[in-house]
């Protein structure tokens, strides 16, 4: 707030004249700002994206990158119909919709290759529907398929889940060497 204000008062001193067609000199003394801890990237992106409505500075994948180095995943732009793939995004957009089967919910997924649209059905949606918000890193198993509608690809999601998630899962397979041994 005090840096707009700053900001208005320097563009309606610059637009000021002297009678004589001299800018005034500048009123007042320096802006004293408020001293605040640095944000890190995810809170950067995450501010960028509330303020302007997109990622300015990066893509918010970026951040979760070197933590899934180590997790065999396909990246969304090297997808192809017919096979069962691992893939990793952030949930750029979700919505629920009713069908014969009952509630689903399709997401969007986003890994700064490409998107891809994700159908949840009824009971995986059910079960973890705390893990589909906006902005969300999401690990998705599932079968890639052609959508005819959009002439683009739709994954059938088998198996969903959030970073503690696969942290709990991939930790009780990690083996600590000490000495050697």
Do not use: C
């Amino acid at each position: 707030g005090r840096a707009l204000e700053a900001a208005e008062q320097a563009l309606a001193q610059a637009s000021q004249e002297s009678l004589f067609g001299e800018a005034e000199a500048p009123r007042g003394g320096a802006v004293v700002y408020v001293d605040a801890a640095p944000w890190d990237m995810r809170q950067k992106l995450t501010e960028e994206k509330a303020a302007l409505g997109f990622y300015l500075s990066g893509h918010l994948f970026k951040v979760y990158e070197r933590e899934l180095a180590g997790f065999p995943r396909v990246p969304l732009a090297k997808l192809s119909a017919g096979e069962r793939v691992t893939m990793a995004g952030i949930v750029v957009a979700a919505r629920t919709q009713m069908t014969r089967r009952g509630r689903m919910m399709v997401v969007m997924l986003d890994d700064g290759t490409a998107q891809v649209e994700i159908s949840v059905f009824n009971e995986l949606f059910e079960k973890h529907r705390e893990k589909l918000k906006e902005d969300s890193l999401l690990m998705v198993a599932g079968k890639v398929q052609s959508d005819e509608f959009s002439g683009g690809l739709r994954v059938s999601a088998d198996e969903l889940m959030d970073l503690e998630t696969l942290r709990n899962r991939h930790a009780a397979l990690l083996k600590l060497f000490v000495n050697g041994q």
